[in-house]
């Protein structure tokens, strides 16, 4: 089986243009990869550090000295990950269409407004002047805007929910995604806890039996 | 048991050591300076400062008539405040509840001899406790006053300085302005005699809850008195040249904490009573820069800002143009409290904070150039520092815990700073840049320093270099400037090829329009 195929590229633009044409397509019809999605989504992370570290020093406020590069690649992708499993979860419960494969694409094949964008202004910020700043952050705005269209759009088209149906479970992917980060963090500190007590006994142990 | 004596002792001799309020009288200390960069991150920085003298006492040397020398030494109290005349004499006010007195040194830290004006010595005045006059004999006496605390030559009572926060030498005039909290008064001197010249009480006409107990002081050019009262929240109280009541001036914004917004717009009327009111924060201290405007501090925790410069409007016009704003140190839980503020002719200001016994040292722009001192019992450090002043380039500054003032003189590093920033403040573009460069030799972290010498290059037209000392210095908005003037060099000279590039790319664009529809005419054909 091929895995990318020509036709799989032709829907990923298809569904930027024609969004609740193209991401129809992708949920019913299989037109969708997890492949492109995911090579987005590495694009988009590894973007975020040369945009980090290459924004012309006009814009760019970040200290480059303690520039942290696995981090900003890992947080971009779990940001996505947590996003698209926490949708799914809530969608799953109130009679949502979409798998979590179709979630995950829409969300991806979104991402190309935001990459598209921020290669803009990380290479056009190298040539602008203060007063210019203001022409780069409206790219910017603008493809935000056209970003969470594109998501509101292809989720409900996955999902096939109604406008406010579709914007409800946005909230509450919200929530969804803090109760995982809060539960997430509630398991690594118990794990902490135990490691260091199982760790303390045996010290005892290996001290007592000595 | 012979270890555990000797441990008992040792804990001991440590607690004693410990209540020792003043050890070491040591010729230097060598401070470690900082700056902070753009980031908020702690830089080291060489010391700008070192000690240079330590002074506990006044001692008054008198000749009698059979030619035998005696000393009288009058150590200070509680020392609250300092200030220097042009002519380098140091004036410290001591002022404990009971008593108060008024030191007047010469610079090199003995007291200073009182002449009038014939040139013959005056006796008994320095340190100034006892307001004094002079009688019919040409002799300084004790001024008498009546029951309102007006001098009247009929009555015997004398009247004496009380808890004196605050002096001001106002060289225009050559008077001498003590605060007399204790007796809620001003007293003003004669500049070179030290003698009564006139009170100035309560004016009657004078508004608000204000109680008239003045702490600072400070007098202007059209001799209009600024006075400070501890824990005012009504602002500066601003005297007219003949004592009568002007304004309230400069008033401090309280910063608006919505949580509190919140509980208030909900509270009843009888819970707002009981809720604590939200005070315009107290000024702390107020001086006069070479300009004319008053600089005041506030450490209350409550203000939006810490430093002012106010101008006649009461607005604050302070210049924060650094890479960090005018706050003291960094950080959430290291907010410094501003207690006094010292300023050059030039502008190049020095906060002292209480907190972490900092001076602060920013030029007139706001730009941060070192930060030294520190709390302890050692010799150089401070434990409750009060007052802060200029001695030409030393910094005088007095300490209320340790009882002292110290003079500090400024190293290698500290003249380059402050000769940069003078010839900086003068517009001597090369004379700064040649002081900058000998700043950054001996301290290579000081982002004020390249922005210095990058605004000179700016100035020449030097933009790549403007660049790259701007990049240094973290100044986004001069490197702006510089990059500005650069891609205009840059597009001129090569005119020809962005020219091509642009003509060959419209008719690119242009052709393959053209190209298409004649294809599609075709296919309809």
Not at chain 1, 149 to 167: C, D, K, M, Q
């Amino acid at each position: 089986m091929k895995l990318l195929t020509k036709d799989k590229l032709q829907y990923w633009g298809h569904s930027l243009l024609h969004p609740f044409d193209g991401f129809f397509e992708i949920r019913f019809r299989n037109h969708g990869s997890l492949l492109i999605a995911t090579a987005l989504l590495v694009i988009y992370a590894i973007l975020r550090c040369l945009s980090y570290q290459y924004t012309g020093f006009v814009m760019n406020m970040n200290n480059i000295d303690e520039m942290d590069a696995l981090s900003i690649f890992i947080s971009t992708i779990s940001v996505v990950v947590l996003a698209s499993v926490s949708n799914w979860t809530i969608t799953t419960l109130f009679n949502g269409k979409g798998k979590l494969k179709d979630i995950y694409i829409v969300i991806c094949y979104s991402l190309t407004v935001l990459i598209v964008g921020d290669a803009i202004v990380t290479f056009a910020s190298n040539f602008v002047t203060t007063e210019e700043v203001m022409i780069l952050t409206s790219i910017q705005m603008v493809c935000y805007a056209y970003f969470v269209f594109l998501l509101i759009a292809g989720l409900g088209t996955v999902h096939e929910y109604s406008f406010a149906g579709n914007l409800a479970s946005m909230v509450m992917t919200v929530v969804a995604a803090a109760v995982i980060l809060f539960i997430g963090v509630l398991i690594f500190t118990m794990l902490e806890r135990m490691y260091s007590f199982v760790a303390s006994v045996t010290e005892e142990l290996m001290r007592r039996l000595q | 048991m012979m270890k555990r004596i000797i441990a008992i002792m040792l804990a001991a001799l440590l607690i004693l050591a410990g209540s020792v309020s003043f050890a070491a009288t040591g010729s230097s200390n060598v401070y470690q300076g900082y700056t902070f960069d753009f980031y908020g991150n702690i830089k080291s920085t060489p010391a700008a400062f070192n000690l240079s003298m330590v002074i506990t006492e006044g001692t008054v040397y008198r000749t009698n008539s059979k030619g035998q020398t005696s000393a009288t030494s009058f150590p200070f109290n509680t020392v609250s405040d300092v200030c220097t005349t042009s002519d380098g004499r140091i004036i410290v006010a001591d002022g404990n509840p009971e008593t108060g007195r008024v030191y007047i040194f010469n610079a090199d830290g003995t007291m200073a001899t009182i002449y009038d004006e014939n040139g013959n010595e005056l006796t008994g005045i320095n340190p100034i406790n006892t307001i004094k006059t002079l009688n019919d004999k040409g002799r300084a006496s004790n001024l008498t006053v009546d029951a309102n605390g007006m001098p009247d030559s009929s009555t015997k009572t004398t009247t004496s300085l009380k808890g004196c926060e605050g002096v001001f030498f106002h060289e225009k005039t050559n008077e001498l302005y003590i605060a007399d909290s204790g007796n809620q008064r001003i007293v003003v001197l004669d500049g070179t005699t030290f003698l009564f010249k006139r009170f100035i009480y309560r004016p009657a006409d004078m508004t608000g809850a204000t109680e008239f107990k003045p702490a600072k002081l400070a007098v202007d050019n059209a001799d209009r008195i600024y006075v400070v009262v501890k824990s005012s929240y009504e602002g500066i109280i601003e005297l007219n040249e003949d004592g009568s009541f002007s304004r309230y001036f400069g008033v401090n914004e309280p910063t608006i904490n919505l949580l509190d917004f919140f509980w208030k717009s909900i509270a009843t009327d009888e819970q707002k009573e009981k809720m604590g009111k939200t005070y315009a924060p107290a000024f702390n201290n107020v001086t006069l820069d070479g300009e004319g405007f008053i600089m005041a501090v506030t450490s209350d925790s409550a203000a939006t800002k810490s430093v002012f410069r106010l101008n006649f409007a009461g607005a604050n016009v302070l210049r924060e143009m650094g890479n960090t704003p005018v706050v003291g140190d960094l950080g959430p839980d290291a907010a410094s409290a501003f207690t006094d503020i010292a300023v050059k002719p030039y502008g190049v200001y020095a906060v002292l904070d209480k907190t972490r016994g900092r001076i602060f040292m920013y030029n007139f722009d706001g730009e941060l150039l070192t930060v030294f001192g520190s709390m302890g019992n050692l010799s150089g450090q401070f434990r409750n520092p009060t007052g802060i002043a200029w001695l030409g380039d030393k910094l005088v500054v007095t300490d209320s815990g340790l009882k002292c003032m110290y003079i500090f003189e400024p190293t290698d590093f500290g003249m380059a700073l402050l000769n940069a920033s003078e010839a900086y403040y003068n517009g001597d573009w090369d004379e700064a840049t040649s002081w900058f460069e000998e700043v950054l030799r001996l301290c290579a972290n000081l982002e004020t320093a390249y922005v210095g010498i990058g605004k000179n290059k700016l100035m020449q037209e030097e933009y790549e270099e403007a660049m790259r000392y701007f990049k240094l210095g973290n100044n986004h908005e001069f490197y702006s400037k510089a990059y500005k003037g650069y891609r205009t060099i840059v597009m001129k000279e090569n005119f020809g090829i962005i020219a091509v590039v642009a003509v060959v790319a419209i008719g690119a664009v242009l052709w393959s329009e053209v190209a298409y529809h004649r294809k599609q005419r075709r296919l309809s054909k």
